[in-house]
């Protein structure tokens, strides 16, 4: 069975520093997506940053990008410039290629912005 | 409009209560899932329904009856809950089951079961 390990329960940082997020997994599947989740406290979940395993380039979305080590199974989060709106859970998630999308989500980072 | 929407946004119930979560996407969305939320864990899944049949039952107790009239609703019916089903109950929906379909949320429904 799939797993997804976040190790960090909570972390915080500075107003426009940068702070990253580890996430590592364990499968034996070869191909698979990866996925960055962000549920603020508002509690509506939104998808950051998606990353297919197949892909060597890693994925960024303007402030977010990730470092995505496939042997070593290992998927961080790197947050840039943070902003007070970016304090949320952040759920770091796994889904198969193959079949239904089922998500598998690692325990959560709660990220707090100190101004 | 990329939204879900789910109703109540807080629902208390009695332990043999029969109440009704709803949720509605109109994306064009084929594939809609149910999740169950506890306080700071991360969401598990309980039902998925592709093209308004069943795909994925996470062996949810049958007090859990989900049900997908049309393509733009999700219903998630409740009947004799266990105060350890109290929740924060979120719906998802995505374009297709399979494929790196982004999954968008709905705010949740808060569950008490007294």
């Known amino acids: 069975a799939q797993t997804v390990t976040q190790s960090q329960p909570e972390m915080s940082v500075q107003e426009a520093e940068t702070v990253t997020l580890s996430c590592t997994y364990d499968t034996s599947e070869s191909d698979y997506y990866l996925f960055w989740y962000k549920q603020p406290p508002s509690r509506q979940m939104i998808l950051v940053i998606r990353?297919?395993?197949?892909?060597?380039q890693n994925a960024t979305e303007n402030r977010f990008s990730v470092n995505f080590q496939k042997a070593a199974k290992s998927f961080s989060l790197k947050i840039s410039d943070s902003q007070l709106g970016d304090a949320a859970m952040y759920f770091c998630a796994y889904a198969m290629r193959q079949g239904a999308q089922k998500l598998v989500f690692g325990q959560g980072t709660r990220l707090t912005i100190n101004p | 409009d990329t939204e879900v929407t789910q109703t109540p946004k807080h629902l208390v119930m009695g332990m043999t209560n029969k109440k009704s979560l709803k949720c509605e996407q109109h994306m064009g969305h084929r594939a809609m899932y149910w999740y169950k939320q506890k306080a700071k864990k991360p969401p598990e899944l309980m039902f998925v329904y592709s093209y308004e049949k069943l795909s994925i039952n996470e062996s949810v107790p049958s007090r859990f009856s989900p049900e997908c009239p049309n393509s733009s609703l999700l219903n998630l019916h409740l009947h004799a809950l266990q105060p350890e089903d109290s929740a924060l109950y979120l719906c998802?929906?995505?374009?297709?089951?399979?494929?790196?379909?982004?999954?968008?949320f709905g705010p949740g429904t808060r569950l008490t079961v007294t």
């Open positions: 990353q297919e395993a197949y892909k060597q």
């Open positions: 998802a929906s995505s374009f297709r089951l399979a494929g790196v379909y982004e999954q968008y």
